[in-house]
């Protein structure tokens, strides 16, 4: 077993030496490697993007603005980076009311009274990473999973007879028991499902995102998690995911491989949520720039409870704060999808599609092979522990009739291939 594999033998206790490694990175920085060196087989990319946006971050002082930088954003027919910046500042708070009413606005301009719903399926719960805050990281003691083909079809079966169209493969971060070979049979057996299949995987090489474009993904979303690379470092303790930089430029690498879409989110909570809300956006407004294209989206989960830890929470984080981030999002971004996941409460989650989310998740389960179980209650005798808490369990059924009563208009895909 490699040094960055170490996997529970069992359900009941890390291996000694498994464990005083784990003590060893959380109490000595210096057993931990370089976040921002590339491994040997990472590909680097001659981009400027990451520069940019985390000399803007650097620069951002949330404090500095006042009500009337605020007033001037809501002013401007169009937002800049400068009015962005004081829209997530604490200034803006007094005025989210009129901030919601602006993002309602551009909402209904660009995406009408549409809102498109899909699921995710988590097919393996194998993880090389040492994440302090994630349930899937590999010293947490949680059942551990691989779906099989044929496990992943009849998963994708009975997702697929509830009516969902567009489906989230997902797998915890192992290029070991999760390799792009697997991946890539999951995008094939899924394409004959769905109408629309994206991937929330470990992040990859140019040629890898290129190869499961042909298999038949078509987006990809990478949560870079927190921008603040000090923060980052104190967080990703281990594994690949511990790479800043390559991490950071997955959604390029994607787009260079032939992905339609890529996605983007900061995890709320895991460091100053204004200065990575900032980042997050212009992530995405430099490669936008760079990229016209491609369709861009965003989400904006808050952290949650996970197994054997109950007391995560992203404290400093509330709903007020979170719909100030969203509508800022909307207004900046006009064009760019935004998601709201099931880690947010029904109640805020539809009222949120009425302002500024355009996507919104449903029939959800973060766990590994338990479908059956979740949506036809038969008892699944060997599932995965799930990654996090959701807090929205809605169906789709559910979901698609609690937005027609909204007045909105739900969409299960509007792609076709010909």
């Not at 009337?68 to 997530?88: K, S």
């Not at 890539?184 to 090489?205: H, K, T």
């Not at 990478?222 to 790479?243: I, S």
């Not at 983007?264 to 204004?274: I, V």
Request: glycine share 6%; proline share 3%.
């Amino acid at each position: 077993m490699g040094e960055d594999a170490e996997y529970f033998v069992d359900s009941a206790c890390l291996r000694g030496a498994a464990l005083e490694k784990k003590h060893r990175l959380e109490s000595d920085p210096a057993s931990r490697t370089d976040a921002m060196e590339y491994a040997p087989d990472m590909e680097q990319i001659d981009s400027d993007v990451r520069e940019k946006v985390l000399t803007a971050m650097e620069d951002y002082d949330p404090a500095a603005y006042c009500a009337a930088d605020v007033e001037r954003a809501l002013a401007h027919e169009t937002c800049g980076v400068e009015d962005l910046a004081a829209l997530f500042s604490p200034a803006a708070a007094p005025f989210l009311e009129r901030m919601a009413k602006r993002a309602q606005r551009e909402t209904g301009r660009h995406f009408g009274n549409t809102v498109y719903v899909f699921t995710p399926l988590y097919i393996a719960n194998y993880c090389d990473n040492y994440c302090v805050y994630c349930g899937f990281n590999r010293y947490n003691d949680i059942v551990r999973r691989r779906l099989e083909m044929v496990e992943i079809a009849r998963e994708m079966e009975i997702i697929a007879a509830s009516g969902i169209e567009e489906i989230l493969i997902l797998t915890g971060e192992s290029p070991v028991k999760s390799d792009i070979s697997y991946i890539g049979a999951a995008c094939r057996l899924a394409r004959q499902y769905f109408r629309s299949v994206g991937l929330e995987i470990y992040p990859v090489n140019t040629a890898d995102y290129r190869y499961l474009h042909e298999c038949g993904a078509d987006y990809v979303t990478v949560f870079q998690e927190t921008y603040d690379t000090a923060r980052y470092e104190e967080l990703h303790l281990a594994g690949r995911k511990r790479v800043f930089p390559y991490r950071f430029e997955a959604q390029e690498r994607a787009i260079l491989g032939g992905m339609r879409g890529v996605g983007f989110s900061a995890l709320l909570g895991l460091s100053d949520f204004r200065r990575d809300a900032l980042a997050t956006a212009l992530h995405v407004y430099f490669l936008q720039r760079k990229y016209p294209h491609v369709e861009y989206s965003l989400s904006c989960p808050r952290l949650r409870p996970i197994v054997n830890n109950a007391n995560i929470h992203a404290h400093d984080v509330h709903e007020k704060e979170l719909c100030q981030v969203l509508c800022a999002y909307r207004i900046f971004l006009p064009y760019v999808g935004i998601t709201v996941s099931s880690r947010e409460s029904a109640s805020f989650r539809d009222g949120i599609v009425k302002i500024a989310a355009t996507k919104v998740s449903a029939g959800v389960s973060t766990g590994i092979g338990d479908h059956e179980e979740k949506y036809e209650g038969k008892k699944a005798l060997a599932a995965g522990d799930e990654q996090f808490e959701i807090a929205d369990a809605r169906s789709l059924a559910e979901m698609y009739a609690g937005l027609s009563r909204g007045g909105l208009q739900p969409v299960l895909n509007d792609y076709v291939y010909v």
